[in-house]
């Protein structure tokens, strides 16, 4: 929705300001909710999680690049933010086929 919004801000600074604080705001959510992925890599659960942190931090340099893209090359800055909420999109489309269920530890499927 925020990358929406800054592709469909153009000159509106009014929707700059809801555009931003829905990027800013909606990674924390994601990034906490994605740390169960830890539990699939048995033994390495702690690596897992500070990759998945690390990428978050490192998922600010794009907005990094589409200014260098926007100063260097000229490339619109409504282009490149159409392009970025179609890739979120995909994301967000991907993210339906995910399992209902959580996943369980083999442990746990050992008979007692």
């Given at each position: 929705v925020?990358?929406?919004?800054?592709?469909?801000?153009?000159?509106?600074?009014?929707?700059?300001?809801?555009?931003?604080?829905?990027?800013?705001?909606?990674?924390?959510?994601?990034?906490?909710?994605?740390?169960?992925?830890?539990?699939?890599?048995?033994?390495?659960?702690?690596?897992?999680?500070?990759?998945?942190?690390?990428?978050?931090?490192?998922?600010s340099?794009?907005?990094?690049?589409?200014?260098?893209?926007?100063?260097?090359?000229?490339?619109?800055?409504?282009?490149?933010?159409?392009?970025y909420?179609?890739i979120?999109?995909?994301?967000?489309?991907?993210?339906t086929?995910?399992?209902?269920?959580?996943?369980t530890?083999?442990?746990?499927?050992?008979?007692?």
């Amino acid at each position: 929705v925020g990358a929406w919004l800054l592709a469909c801000a153009g000159d509106n600074e009014y929707l700059w300001y809801p555009g931003l604080a829905c990027v800013g705001f909606g990674g924390n959510g994601l990034q906490i909710t994605s740390f169960h992925i830890s539990n699939l890599f048995m033994g390495n659960e702690r690596l897992v999680v500070s990759m998945i942190t690390g990428s978050f931090a490192a998922s600010s340099f794009l907005f990094t690049l589409m200014r260098l893209l926007y100063e260097k090359l000229g490339l619109d800055l409504q282009v490149q933010f159409f392009g970025y909420s179609i890739i979120c999109g995909i994301v967000l489309l991907t993210s339906t086929v995910w399992p209902k269920d959580p996943f369980t530890c083999l442990d746990d499927l050992e008979p007692p």
